[in-house]
C-alpha cells in the first residue's frame, strides 16, 4: 500500500533557499477514487492540486488555505481547503469535465484562514494564462515571495523553490530572476528525482542531499473532508428559508444531500431545517 503524501523542507547550503517537496501519490490516488473524473479532466485537477498544495508550506501554525478558480472558458469550478497541518479536500465541478485548452479565462480567488484574525482575500482576474502563470500570478501578488513551481508529470510530486529573504541587503541577490536561475541549475537533479517515484523517506532525503539540500522537516498530507450532519442542516438552512417547502417534492419529507468533496451522503428533513431556524430566532 502506498505510504501518506507527504510534505518535505529542505533548506541548501548557503541558506538561500528553502525547497519544498512533495510526494503527492497517495493523495492522488485517494483524488482518483473518491472523483468519477475521468482523462484529461482528471489530468487537469491533478496538476492543480500538485501546483498549490505546496504553499501549505508558507502557512503558519493554525491557518488554513482556500484556492478556488471559476472559470467561464472553458467551464468548470475548481475549490481546494487545506491547512498548515495538511489535511486537504478538493473538488472538481463538473465531473465529467474535459480540460481542452491549456488556458482559462474567469476569477481565482485566494483566501487565507488565521486564528482569531479576520481572513485575507485576494481575487485574480485571469484572461488566457496557463496553469502554471496562475500559479506564480498567486505567489506574486498574494504572498509577495520569491518562489518558483516545478510540477512532475512522470510522477505525482511537485517542488516549491523559495528564495528566503537575506539577512543583510547586500548578501546575495533577492529576486526572482535569481530564483529561477537556481531552479535552471537544479532541474535536470530535480527531473531524475521525480523519475525515481520515491517515497519512503530515507531515499528521498537522500536523493535531495546529493544536491545539496539538507531536510529540516516533513509533515503528512492527506484528504480529509470536515462535513457532518450537523453542517449540513446549517448549510442548507438559507436556502431553506428562501425556498421553503418548496425545496422539497410534493409529499418528500428529507433530503439527500452529497458532500461535493468526499461523496458523504446525508439526509436531511423539513423538521432539521425547521428546528434549526427556530434556534437561530
Not at 465529467?96 to 474567469?106: A, E, K, P, V, Y
Not at 502563470?133 to 513551481?149: G, K
Request: negative net charge.
Amino acid at each position: 500500500m502506498t505510504p501518506d503524501s507527504r510534505l518535505y523542507t529542505f533548506i541548501d547550503e548557503a541558506r538561500e533557499f528553502a525547497l519544498y517537496f512533495l510526494e503527492g501519490q497517495r493523495l492522488i490516488q485517494d483524488l482518483a477514487l473518491l472523483h468519477n473524473i475521468q482523462r484529461d479532466g482528471f489530468a487537469y485537477f491533478r496538476d492543480v492540486v500538485l501546483s498549490i498544495q505546496p504553499l501549505i508550506a508558507l502557512l503558519k501554525h493554525g491557518e488554513q488555505l482556500g484556492f478556488y478558480i471559476d472559470s467561464d472558458d472553458p467551464s468548470f469550478r475548481l475549490k481546494i481547503e487545506t491547512s498548515h497541518h495538511g489535511e486537504t479536500r478538493c473538488m472538481l465541478y463538473p465531473e465529467n469535465f474535459r480540460q481542452l485548452s491549456d488556458t482559462m479565462c474567469g476569477l481565482v480567488r485566494l483566501q487565507k484562514l488565521f486564528p482569531n484574525h479576520p481572513p485575507y482575500e485576494s481575487v485574480i482576474e485571469v484572461d488566457g494564462l496557463p496553469l502554471r502563470e496562475i500559479v506564480n500570478r498567486v505567489l506574486r501578488d498574494s504572498y509577495q515571495v520569491n518562489c518558483v513551481m516545478m510540477l512532475s508529470q512522470i510522477s505525482d510530486q511537485s517542488v516549491l523553490l523559495h528564495q528566503l529573504p537575506p539577512l543583510r541587503p547586500d548578501e546575495y541577490d533577492y529576486s526572482i530572476d535569481a530564483t529561477r536561475a537556481r531552479r535552471e541549475q537544479i532541474r535536470e537533479s530535480l527531473r531524475g528525482i521525480f523519475e525515481k517515484a520515491l517515497h519512503m523517506h530515507e531515499d528521498i532525503e537522500q536523493a535531495f542531499s546529493e544536491i545539496g539540500f539538507r531536510r529540516l522537516a516533513d509533515r503528512p498530507v492527506r484528504f480529509h473532508c470536515s462535513c457532518s450532519h450537523e453542517r449540513m442542516v446549517s448549510n442548507i438552512h438559507p436556502l431553506y428559508q428562501q425556498e421553503g417547502d418548496g425545496l422539497f417534492d410534493p409529499g418528500q419529507a428529507e433530503l439527500e444531500v452529497t458532500c461535493e468533496y468526499c461523496k458523504s451522503r446525508y439526509r436531511v428533513s423539513r423538521q432539521e431545517l425547521e428546528r434549526t431556524g427556530n434556534s437561530i430566532n
